[in-house]
Nanobody, 115 residues
Framework: QVQVVESGGGLVQPGGSLRLSCVAS????????MGWYRQAPGQQRELVAT???????NYADFVKGRFTISRDNTKNTVYLQMNSLKSEDTAVYYC?????????WGQGTQVTVSS
Protein backbone atom coordinates (compact mmCIF):
# COMPACT_ATOMS: atom_id res chain seq x y z
CA GLN A 1 0.00 0.00 0.00
CA VAL A 2 1.10 3.54 -0.76
CA GLN A 3 0.17 6.50 1.38
CA VAL A 4 0.01 9.99 -0.09
CA VAL A 5 0.02 13.12 2.05
CA GLU A 6 -0.31 16.70 0.81
CA SER A 7 0.66 19.86 2.65
CA GLY A 8 1.14 23.55 2.06
CA GLY A 9 -2.38 24.77 1.44
CA GLY A 10 -3.85 27.84 3.09
CA LEU A 11 -5.33 31.27 2.64
CA VAL A 12 -3.58 33.69 0.32
CA GLN A 13 -4.48 37.00 -1.26
CA PRO A 14 -4.95 37.34 -5.01
CA GLY A 15 -1.58 37.67 -6.70
CA GLY A 16 0.14 35.73 -3.94
CA SER A 17 2.02 32.46 -3.97
CA LEU A 18 1.85 29.07 -2.31
CA ARG A 19 3.92 25.93 -2.57
CA LEU A 20 2.23 22.57 -2.19
CA SER A 21 4.12 19.40 -1.31
CA CYS A 22 3.10 15.77 -1.61
CA VAL A 23 4.99 12.85 -0.14
CA ALA A 24 4.39 9.22 -1.03
CA SER A 25 5.39 6.50 1.43
CA UNK A 26 4.83 2.84 2.12
CA UNK A 27 5.34 0.04 -0.37
CA UNK A 28 7.12 2.07 -3.01
CA UNK A 29 9.07 0.29 -5.72
CA UNK A 30 8.73 2.39 -8.86
CA UNK A 31 6.55 5.48 -8.87
CA UNK A 32 5.39 6.50 -12.29
CA UNK A 33 3.41 9.62 -13.08
CA MET A 34 2.79 12.07 -10.25
CA GLY A 35 0.44 14.98 -10.44
CA TRP A 36 -1.85 17.56 -8.95
CA TYR A 37 -5.59 17.85 -9.45
CA ARG A 38 -8.12 20.21 -7.94
CA GLN A 39 -11.79 20.31 -7.16
CA ALA A 40 -13.76 23.45 -6.49
CA PRO A 41 -17.16 23.33 -4.74
CA GLY A 42 -19.81 22.00 -7.08
CA GLN A 43 -17.25 21.23 -9.76
CA GLN A 44 -15.63 18.08 -11.05
CA ARG A 45 -12.07 17.23 -10.18
CA GLU A 46 -9.72 18.54 -12.88
CA LEU A 47 -6.11 18.06 -13.82
CA VAL A 48 -3.70 20.83 -12.88
CA ALA A 49 -0.29 19.39 -13.77
CA THR A 50 1.57 16.11 -14.06
CA UNK A 51 5.21 15.09 -14.18
CA UNK A 52 6.96 11.89 -15.22
CA UNK A 53 9.95 10.38 -13.43
CA UNK A 54 12.16 11.87 -16.12
CA UNK A 55 10.77 15.34 -15.56
CA UNK A 56 8.41 15.72 -18.51
CA UNK A 57 5.57 17.99 -17.51
CA ASN A 58 2.02 18.65 -18.61
CA TYR A 59 -0.10 21.61 -17.52
CA ALA A 60 -3.71 22.61 -17.79
CA ASP A 61 -4.08 25.73 -19.92
CA PHE A 62 -5.47 27.74 -17.02
CA VAL A 63 -2.22 27.42 -15.01
CA LYS A 64 0.40 27.68 -17.73
CA GLY A 65 2.92 30.36 -16.88
CA ARG A 66 1.74 30.60 -13.28
CA PHE A 67 2.23 27.13 -11.74
CA THR A 68 5.31 24.93 -11.82
CA ILE A 69 5.37 21.24 -10.98
CA SER A 70 8.56 19.49 -9.91
CA ARG A 71 9.54 16.28 -8.19
CA ASP A 72 12.33 14.78 -6.14
CA ASN A 73 12.52 11.09 -6.99
CA THR A 74 14.89 10.41 -4.10
CA LYS A 75 12.23 11.65 -1.67
CA ASN A 76 9.15 10.36 -3.51
CA THR A 77 7.91 13.94 -3.40
CA VAL A 78 6.15 16.18 -5.87
CA TYR A 79 5.75 19.93 -5.53
CA LEU A 80 3.48 22.55 -7.01
CA GLN A 81 4.69 26.14 -6.96
CA MET A 82 1.69 28.41 -7.50
CA ASN A 83 2.28 32.05 -8.36
CA SER A 84 -0.05 34.87 -9.38
CA LEU A 85 -2.94 33.12 -7.68
CA LYS A 86 -6.48 34.09 -8.61
CA SER A 87 -9.75 33.68 -6.77
CA GLU A 88 -10.75 31.03 -9.29
CA ASP A 89 -7.80 28.90 -8.12
CA THR A 90 -9.67 28.31 -4.87
CA ALA A 91 -10.18 24.58 -4.51
CA VAL A 92 -9.08 21.45 -2.73
CA TYR A 93 -5.85 20.31 -4.33
CA TYR A 94 -5.21 16.59 -4.54
CA CYS A 95 -2.02 14.72 -5.22
CA UNK A 96 -2.06 11.58 -7.31
CA UNK A 97 0.76 9.12 -7.75
CA UNK A 98 0.82 5.98 -9.82
CA UNK A 99 2.65 2.70 -9.43
CA UNK A 100 2.21 -0.33 -11.67
CA UNK A 101 -0.86 1.30 -13.25
CA UNK A 102 -2.57 1.74 -9.90
CA UNK A 103 -3.33 5.27 -8.71
CA UNK A 104 -3.09 6.50 -5.16
CA TRP A 105 -4.67 9.74 -4.00
CA GLY A 106 -4.11 11.96 -1.03
CA GLN A 107 -6.81 13.49 1.13
CA GLY A 108 -6.34 16.93 -0.35
CA THR A 109 -5.25 20.33 0.90
CA GLN A 110 -7.43 23.43 0.79
CA VAL A 111 -6.22 26.46 -1.13
CA THR A 112 -8.27 29.62 -0.70
CA VAL A 113 -7.47 32.76 -2.65
CA SER A 114 -9.30 35.73 -1.20
CA SER A 115 -8.71 39.28 -0.08
Amino acid sequence: QVQVVESGGGLVQPGGSLRLSCVASGSIFSLDLMGWYRQAPGQQRELVATITPGGNTNYADFVKGRFTISRDNTKNTVYLQMNSLKSEDTAVYYCRTRQYNYSYWGQGTQVTVSS
